[in-house]
Structures are given as structure tokens and as C-alpha cells.
């Protein structure tokens, strides 16, 4: 949900205007200024965090096991 900054609205999530006023929501919906951080993660591939293969158990299997 976006809310409106002139009405209050709930508007849903990128909506281009608000649907109640109309307001230009457009430059509401920008994302903040990145971090060098968080661009190197998203630069970084997803095999640089050496995935365990997952642990698969019965359905029918008891808490002990």
C-alpha cells in the first residue's frame, strides 16, 4: 500500500496517481539513494554465499528425527 501525502488515501503499491485526488504519485514512490553497500550486494552473485543443498524430511516424520 501507498498512502497519499495529500489525502491520506491508501493507494495500491505503484500507482501512478492517487485514487482518490488524483495527486502525481509518481516521485512519492522513488526509492532512497543506495548505500556503497547495498550496490556491491546487488552487484555480487548469489553463488558468492555457498548454499547448503536444503535439509528434506518425510512429512510423516516426528520432531525427534
Not at 504519485?25 to 547448503?52: G, K, N, Y
Request: glycine share 4%.
Amino acid at each position: 500500500m501507498s498512502i497519499c501525502p495529500a489525502c491520506g488515501w491508501h493507494n495500491l503499491q505503484g500507482a501512478a496517481t492517487c485514487e482518490s485526488c488524483t495527486y502525481d504519485l509518481t516521485d512519492v514512490h522513488r526509492s532512497p539513494e543506495r548505500s556503497p553497500i547495498e550496490w556491491q550486494l546487488l552487484r555480487e552473485p548469489v553463488s558468492v554465499l555457498s548454499l547448503q543443498p536444503p535439509l528434506i524430511v518425510s512429512p510423516d516424520a516426528a520432531l525427534q528425527e
